[in-house]
């Protein structure tokens, strides 16, 4: 998570509806902002109306499928460098901001709707006990870039060199990333060279979970006696390319369905009309695992 | 600070040059002014000092003493021998804490006419006329004026030791406090040449001193800092307070707040009418004799309960005078029984507390009581039966813990920085009360809910109740109750100018800003469908604008304009 300067977030001021109402002096598209807060302040509870602001994500510098823990723990971060009784009345609008992000992304039904709202799909694997060990956790803060090992042979190498952050996964028999940024850089930069097989990757953040879920072995369906065991894709990355565009494309379809309902509907009839998309969408879920499945099965 | 007004703009300023360029800002001091008793604490630049009086006490009674010439504050001189002569003689007035900011017809100030000082109420909604006995005359004076020199009197002291002059300070009130009282609170500061920085609900002063003593453990076991949740109940002479609080990384986390004007004042009174239930009718005219005969009692009664702290049973032997003697042996059963209702409200306010926080019982890691109070063993009981432990947080001093917070947030918000990271602190505050407006008739319709986490900006669309209806009042209340009768009154303005439209088609909307510094504004503005500006300038206004008698206001503009411009709450579109 990057720690701006206070006067980075006055450079976006302007395009905030409520802050330019209280405080610019450009009469003319301070109400036309006003006005476009207001409708959406009533039809979606939130305002993340015009395209250049912060979504609440970025504003807290979170991922979209962070925990709640990690929002906490960035908004307190924040709230520590930004609250008023550190810095002042200047950091009354950020603080506002923060407090709304927060509100929105700590109440599980708020941030459902809120995730609608700006097209994002949290991407709902059911951790288990034993996914979330095989699971890299964080050390320190927050990073764009993140280790991701992808290995199929023995080799201890990397384990070796930065045994904080690497190690052997005696099930699977290979390495993996235990703990992001376990060892000092140096340490780190060791390991990668010296991989015999170039296997230890540097990705975004964004993709890791995905990464890391998805070169896990999956229990295959098996046709009779046949086929049955374990597998896993030969290319991760291609995999997660593939998955990440089934899910734009389905959270385009989603929200094109969700933004444009008929002016008469009742709320019921909304209500069984989201409920019907919510199953369609877990079934296209569904859809793309077993497409997945005969592309790299 | 709303005094301040004119001065706002320049002061904001100085703060802000001070913070920047004077590397080495001096800390506001921190006060608690307790119903009973007050202390005062400072950061002395490594640690919490809480300042001493003239006779080494930490902790003063809060009562002025009015004589010939001069009022003085009798606390942060006098000891306790010569408090109690002056209590009897109806010279000294105490409990400004349970009167300020309040009008004759609250029952708080009904229950203070057992004082020993006059206590005049006609209950017709206008403050209570207050007044001492000097040379056999009723000398009348305000409970803003009571404490205004009470705290001249601390300011000089604290002065005196830290040898430079005092202007900031951080102030502790009770949660349950309206934000009239808090500019009375306010008032009673400038007046002293004192200027708020922060007022702070007790339990959160008590919630950031909390925050810092993890912190260090965190610092000291160089473990993790993993967030703990802290219920903090706090109990003094005039008040009953219990905020629940998430700490970590030396941030605390107002998730709820609520509090009671009951506290061992009433456990007192009501033994006072235990013992001597004649109490009202005897002593209805206030003669010298009467004063004295009721401050007897009331030394008897609070020593009573003190000595029932540690024994089971008292021996209170009190004579009156007038041939009423009480001799009485009185247990803890009784004193229990009598204050049955008092503990029944603390319980209830500690449910609700927890219920708002959505904090179980279960996941609280500690349970922080503190207060006056704090020693009853009925107290300690209950707090420990409803949060399900055997032991209470003992990390803290009960009587100190208010003020050491308040010494705490006035370096923090000082801009004082620590090089060991004690002061790495941040108290993220939440609303004790709703905000709101009277719509729909007399309903009051909140804009911001009670324990939202500040600062807070919400606003609401309203709109006319007749058709051509081309002005509206604004009326603005805080409190919990569902009809405006039952909240408090901060203040009201109309705004004019709606075009002439059939009802429910201009939109008024109304928008509330708090501040971290607690101030609050109301904004209003009028949109019409169709057109993307207001078609008034929007108004600003700050709250509280009622002053004294602002009981009656909403009743005189229910008689002025009957409903002719009243609003109606929009239903929210989906």
């Known amino acids: 998570m990057a720690i701006l300067p206070i006067d980075q977030f006055s450079v976006l001021k302007p395009t905030r509806i409520q802050t330019s109402f209280f405080s610019s002096s450009n009469n003319t ?100 006990g034993r996914d979330v060990e095989s699971c890299s956790s964080w050390n320190g803060p927050l990073r764009p870039h993140t280790l991701f090992v992808d290995e199929t042979a023995w080799c201890g190498e990397c384990a ?8 052997m996964d005696e099930a699977l028999g290979c390495a993996r990333v235990k703990v992001q940024y376990g060892d000092d850089a140096e340490k780190i930069e060791v390991s990668v060279d010296s991989c015999p097989v170039n296997c230890i990757h540097w990705i975004d953040s964004e993709d890791l979970g995905l990464l890391e879920s998805l070169i896990r072995p999956k229990p295959k369906e098996g046709f009779g006696v046949f086929g049955q065991g374990w597998e896993r894709p030969a290319n991760v990355f291609k995999a997660t390319e593939t998955f990440k565009k089934q899910v734009a494309k389905q959270a385009k379809d989603y929200q094109g369905n969700w933004r444009e309902p008929p002016e008469e509907e009742t709320s019921a009839q909304a209500a069984a009309r989201a409920d019907a998309n919510l199953n369609l969408r877990k079934e296209r879920s569904l859809s793309i695992w077993n497409m997945i499945k005969e592309t790299f099965g | 600070m709303a005094e301040l007004q004119y001065t706002v703009a320049s002061d904001s300023e100085n703060t802000g040059e001070e913070k920047s360029s004077s590397a080495f800002p001096e800390s506001a001091i921190g006060i608690d002014i307790g119903t009973s008793q007050c202390s005062i604490a400072v950061w002395n630049g490594s640690q919490i000092e809480v300042l001493k009086n003239t006779r080494n006490q930490k902790l003063m009674r809060s009562y002025v003493t009015f004589k010939d010439e001069t009022p003085s504050a009798g606390g942060v001189t006098s000891n306790q021998l010569l408090h109690e002569r002056e209590v009897l003689s109806g010279a000294a007035i105490f409990n400004m804490k349970r009167l300020i900011g309040r009008v004759d017809t609250d029952p708080v100030v009904s229950a203070s006419k057992s ?38 009197e601390l300011r000089a002291m604290a002065e005196l030791q830290l040898k430079r002059p005092i202007r900031n300070v951080v102030l502790t009130v009770p949660a349950s406090f309206s934000r009239f009282q808090l500019t009375r609170i306010e008032r009673a500061c400038a007046m002293a040449g004192l200027h708020v920085l ?90 010298t004799n009467d004063i004295k005969s009721m401050a007897v009692l009331r030394i008897a009664t609070e020593d009573a309960i003190r000595k029932l702290c ?52 279960e996941d609280l890691s500690d349970v922080i009581l503190v207060g006056g109070c704090s020693y009853i063993p009925k107290i300690q009981n209950l707090v420990k039966a409803i949060c399900k432990r055997e032991e209470l947080y003992s990390e803290m001093n009960q009587l100190e813990a208010a003020v050491s917070g308040a010494a705490l947030e006035g370096a923090v918000a000082s801009g004082i920085s620590d090089p060991f990271g004690s002061l790495d602190l941040l108290t993220i505050q939440a609303t004790p ?21 500040m600062p807070a900006r919400k606003e609401q669309v309203f709109t006319t109740s007749h058709d051509n209806q081309t002005e509206a009042l604004v009326v603005v209340y805080e409190g919990g109750g569902k009809t405006v009768e039952e909240n408090q009154l901060l203040g009201f303005f109309k705004i004019g100018g709606i075009p002439s439209a059939a009802k429910g088609v201009p939109e008024i909307i109304v928008c509330m800003d708090i501040d971290a510094g607690n101030v609050l504004r109301v904004f209003a503005w009028v949109m019409m469908p169709g057109n993307e500006h207001p078609v008034t300038p929007f108004m600003e206004v700050r709250m509280p604008t009622v002053d004294d008698g602002h009981g009656w206001c909403g009743e005189a503009l229910l008689r002025a304009y009957g409903s002719a411009l009243d609003l109606v709450t929009v239903q929210k579109r989906v």
């Not at chain 2, 056999?136 to 004026?145: F, Q």
């Open chain 1, 160 to 167: 070796y060199h930065a045994s904080n952050t690497f190690e």
């Open chain 2, 433 to 453: 009360l709703a905000l709101g407006i009277r719509a729909d008739g007399n309903t009051f319709s909140p804009i911001i809910p009670k324990n939202t986490t």
């Open chain 2, 115 to 152: 004082l020993p000082f006059l206590v005049q109420t006609l209950g017709i909604g206008v403050r209570p006329l207050i007044a001492a006995l000097v040379n056999n005359a009723w000398r009348s004076t305000t409970p803003e004026e009571v404490l205004a020199i009470f705290l001249v």
């Open chain 2, 310 to 361: 540690s024994q089971t049973s008292v021996q209170v032997d009190v004579d009156l005078g007038n041939e009423n003697n009480i001799c009485k042996v009185l247990d803890r059963k009784e004193f229990e029984e009598v204050n049955k209702q008092v503990f029944e409200k603390c319980e209830s306010l500690i449910t609700e507390c927890l219920h708002d926080s959505k904090v179980n019982v």
């Open chain 2, 198 to 287: 922060r007022l702070m609900p007790e339990p959160t002063a008590v919630a950031l001193l909390y925050a810092q003593q993890q912190q260090q453990i965190v610092h000291e076991n160089m473990g993790s800092g993993s967030e703990k949740n802290a219920l903090i109940f706090n109990l003094g002479a005039g008040y009953c307070d219990v905020a629940v609080t998430a700490t970590a990384g030396g941030v605390s986390q107002i998730k709820a707040i609520t509090g009671a004007a009951i506290g061992g004042e009433d456990m007192l009174q009501n033994l006072m009418r235990y013992l001597f239930p004649d109490l009202d009718r005897l002593f209805s005219n206030h003669s």
């Open chain 1, 29 to 128: 598209s301070r109400w036309k902002r006003q006005r476009i807060s207001t409708t959406v302040i009533r039809s979606c509870g939130n305002q993340s109306a015009a395209g250049t602001e912060k979504n609440h994500y970025e504003l807290l510098g979170v991922s979209v499928d962070s925990s709640s823990q990690q929002i906490k723990d960035a908004y307190r971060k924040l709230q520590k460098i930004y609250h008023p009784d550190i810095v002042g009345q200047k950091g009354h609008e950020f603080t506002l901001r923060l407090n709304q992000a927060y509100t929105v992304l700590m109440k599980e039904d708020l941030r459902r709707q809120y995730d609608t709202s700006i097209g994002e799909f949290r991407i709902g694997f059911q951790r288990t």
